[in-house]
């Protein structure tokens, strides 16, 4: 155990960074999707509103795994059968298999931070809407400049947990072979025969990087809060 | 009615006019030779099966306070929300400056007016709210930029001269850096109402501003609102505060069951009550 620990840290340790990179690009994604689906949530406009709820009842039913397959298995081969130009030059890039991981997981993410966003846009008092309207404020100046802010702050918590969730689900990117945290597990694993070893050393770094960005999450989240006193 | 409400002479000489007096943003022409900075004619309102407001009528000078006091569910709020169209009215007119409020006339009629339009009449109003209202991801000194920076766009620096120039008028110098939830919450309405003058409204429009406070802090904001009444600032005021309407407002428009049913000077209002219902009011308001 100790011997293989030895052998085979740096190895992890580098699976452990391409995972947490996965999660981070991911997670802009998701946080961007998720922004654009909560103001298309809270829309005036039903048809906007129908698209936003759509998008979020979708992708929050399609399981990650069978997405990711559909996003880099699916799409580009399908597109290619078509040979409509413009659909290859668009999905081609999906043949990557890291940019394939980072379009499944954001746009799987994406629909749970639309509906953390929007829970927490509905969380801020319409008072402070009210605020900024009788200081001649226009609808999206109002967003922009009072609610969003205030929401991003309710929400960063529960993004926190999202962001843990991603981390988490990265490891399904070793079916398309990107060689993140579990990809490696799986080869050393080969390598050596000790499954239980090669596993389980796996598992404790994915319990190492949650429990610091709990911490983390938690920290920043005490500096970032509405409260102040 | 008696709606000859005097203009108080003699305000120019006081030496914080130049904080807060100046109209500087008369973009439009003022309509009507009277002057009136807010008229509201047979303005009507209806939520669902209430009926909250109708046959409204006012006229509020330039440089008049006036209070508008009556039971709770008179329609208080929703006159005052009415004239910066938080509440769009749905009869009548309102108008500010002259110009009419959230709606334009087209052939006759009237339609509803673009966003944009109201938020040009919106800016020159400010209103101050029962709890406040403070934008509590900003410090005092970023709730009073807010709108300056943001709405009419000013450069930053005639922004901060303002703002610490109001600061200053209602006490608050010393809690720039301080966010809404670090202060009491009579603090928290001075930054409100300076939050408000940071626009240079040409009306302000306050709804029972005191009435969310501990009584030892109402006398703090009722000292800044005499000091602004003084200065020559129009208002209109919400309030129970009796003593305040009596002392500070030159009139006071008495509403019962969405409408206005006395309005008249205010030290008439309170020394010979016009109707049996104003006397057992003032008197349940202990003061008659
Ligand atoms: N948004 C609304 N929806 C439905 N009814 C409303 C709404 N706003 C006000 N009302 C009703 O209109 C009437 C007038 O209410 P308003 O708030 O203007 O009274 P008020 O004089 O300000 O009372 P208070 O002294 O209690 O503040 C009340 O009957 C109230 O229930
Ligand atoms: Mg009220």
């Known amino acids: ?229 | 009615m008696p709606n000859e409400s005097f203009v108080r002479s003699g305000r120019e000489e006081n030496a914080d006019r130049a904080v807060l007096s100046a109209p500087a943003l008369s973009t439009t022409p003022s309509q009507g030779a009277h002057g009136a900075v807010v008229e509201l004619i047979d303005v009507g309102k209806v939520f669902g099966a209430t009926t909250a407001l109708s046959h409204v009528n006012l006229k509020v000078a330039r440089g008049e306070t006036v209070a508008i006091v009556g039971p709770s569910g008179s329609g208080k709020t929703t006159l005052l929300r009415c004239i910066n169209f938080l509440v769009p009215y749905d009869s009548g007119r309102v108008y500010v400056n002259g110009q009419l409020v959230g709606y334009r006339e087209e052939r006759g009629r009237l339609v509803r007016d673009s966003e944009h339009n109201v938020n040009q009449v919106r800016k020159r109003i400010g209103m101050v709210f029962q709890r406040f209202n403070l934008f509590r991801h900003r410090t005092v000194l970023g709730n009073l930029l807010e709108g300056p920076l943001y709405v009419l766009r000013v450069p930053k620096r005639e922004a901060l001269t303002r703002a610490y120039e109001v600061l200053n008028m209602v006490g608050l110098a010393d809690k720039v850096t301080a966010y809404p939830d670090q202060l009491s919450g009579g603090q928290q309405q001075r930054v409100a109402i300076a939050r408000a003058l940071c626009m240079q409204p040409e009306v302000m429009l306050f709804d029972e501003v005191t009435s969310a406070l501990d009584p030892e802090l109402v006398g703090e904001v009722l000292a800044v609102m005499r000091r602004l009444a003084q200065q020559g600032m129009t208002m209109i005021v919400v309030t129970h505060e009796m003593s305040f309407a009596r002392d500070v407002a030159d009139r006071v428009a008495f509403m019962e069951g969405g409408t206005i049913v006395v309005d008249q000077g205010a030290r008439e209002f309170f020394t010979r009550p016009q109707t049996p219902r104003i006397e057992s009011f003032l008197r349940r308001m202990s003061l008659a």
């Open chain 1, 1 to 229: 155990m100790l011997q293989f620990a030895r052998d085979y840290l740096p190895f992890y340790t580098i699976g452990a960074v391409v995972g947490m990179g996965l999660t981070l690009t991911s997670m802009l994604g998701s946080v961007a999707i998720g922004l654009v689906g909560a103001l298309g949530r809270v829309s005036e406009r039903p048809a906007v509103r129908t698209l936003a709820s759509g998008y979020v009842a979708i992708f929050r039913g399609v399981p990650p795994l069978v997405l990711l397959y559909v996003v880099y298995f699916g799409l580009p081969s399908w597109a290619h059968d078509l040979g409509i130009r413009f659909l290859m030059d668009l999905l081609s890039p999906l043949n990557n298999r890291i940019l394939a991981a980072v379009v499944a997981f954001a746009l799987n993410s994406g629909a749970y931070s639309t509906e953390i966003i929007r829970a927490s846009i509905q969380s801020i008092p319409p008072e402070q809407t009210e605020a900024a309207r009788s200081l001649g404020m226009s609808y999206w100046l109002t967003m922009r400049r009072v609610i969003i802010p205030q929401s991003l702050r309710v929400a960063f918590a529960p993004l926190g947990n999202e962001f843990i969730t991603v981390l988490k689900g990265t490891s399904l990117a070793s079916v398309i072979g990107v060689t993140e945290l579990m990809r490696d597990a799986q080869l050393a694993a080969a390598a050596t025969f000790q499954n239980l070893v090669a596993y389980s050393l796996a598992a404790i770094f994915y319990v190492v990087m949650v429990i610091i960005l709990q911490q983390m999450v938690s920290m920043v989240e005490k500096r970032f809060s509405l409260h102040h006193a």
